[in-house]
Antibody, heavy 115, light 109 residues
Framework: EVRLVQSGGGLVQPGGSLSLSCAVS????????MTWVRQAPGKGLEWVSVIHGGGTTYYADFVQGRFIISRDNSKNTLYLQMNSLGAEDMAVYYC?????????WGQGTLVTVSS | EIVMTQSPATLSVSPGDRATLSCRASQSVSSNLAWYQQKPGQAPRLLIYGASTRATGIPARFSGSGSGTEFTLTISSLQSEDFAVYYC???????????FGQGTKLEIK
């Protein structure tokens, strides 16, 4: 059975940092294109970042230089390190496997940016 | 960046009726188009990929069509559990910055 279990998230002050994790079972993270997507309250889905099986990473312009996507092959886990967070980053963040569409998703984790 | 535009923003349909949702890409995405369903408090669920292939476990009342820049999701006979928000997404370009449409809310008439 495929499972993506997210952790991390929570409340952070503006300018602060937060790390999200996505523990995967049922397939190998390093053999797949893995992505982070976010959804601000009441808004649509927004692509954030992706890591290729070979390790190449890509970011949306609005997080470039602030967020870092990575993975730990030994733990089969995907990460998103988020720095310099602002109110505009407040959202539910989802991890997902990217194939022909995003076929498996984590449950989502809420990031709240507030003082 | 490929911009995906969905219409209408909100669609009101009666249970048992047919619903037709549209998605347009700003440039050709071939058949590299997916549809998702999202219910409140839940992660999106993949319905259709390759513009017309149903994902595993998706009922036959869901069908997708189109290629290039124009796509349609049809739900043939709406069930109560189908009322949700639907998103299209292209996965054609490289680097893999796969953009979503803004969503169509399917509500009960």
């Amino acid at each position: 059975e495929v499972r993506l279990v997210q952790s991390g998230g929570g409340l952070v002050q503006p300018g602060g940092s937060l790390s999200l994790s996505c523990a995967v079972s049922g397939f190998t993270v390093s053999s797949n294109l893995m992505t982070w997507v976010r959804q601000a309250p009441g808004k649509g889905l927004e692509w954030v970042s992706v890591i290729h099986g070979g390790g190449t990473t890509y970011y949306a312009d609005f997080v470039q230089g602030r967020f870092i996507i990575s993975r730990d092959n030994s733990k089969n886990t995907l990460y998103l390190q988020m720095n310099s967070l602002g109110a505009e980053d407040m959202a539910v963040y989802y991890c997902a496997r990217a194939g022909a569409g995003y076929d498996y998703w984590g449950q989502g984790t809420l990031v709240t940016v507030s003082s | 960046e490929i911009v995906m535009t969905q219409s209408p923003a909100t669609l009101s349909v009666s249970p048992g009726d047919r619903a037709t949702l549209s998605c347009r890409a700003s440039q050709s995405v071939s058949s590299n188009l997916a549809w998702y369903q999202q219910k409140p408090g839940q992660a999106p669920r993949l319905l259709i990929y390759g513009a017309s292939t149903r994902a595993t476990g998706i009922p036959a009342r869901f069908s997708g069509s189109g290629s290039g820049t124009e796509f349609t999701l049809t739900i043939s006979s709406l069930q109560s559990e189908d009322f949700a928000v639907y998103y299209c997404q292209q996965y054609n370009n490289w680097p893999p910055m796969y953009t979503f449409g803004q969503g169509t809310k399917l509500e009960i008439k």
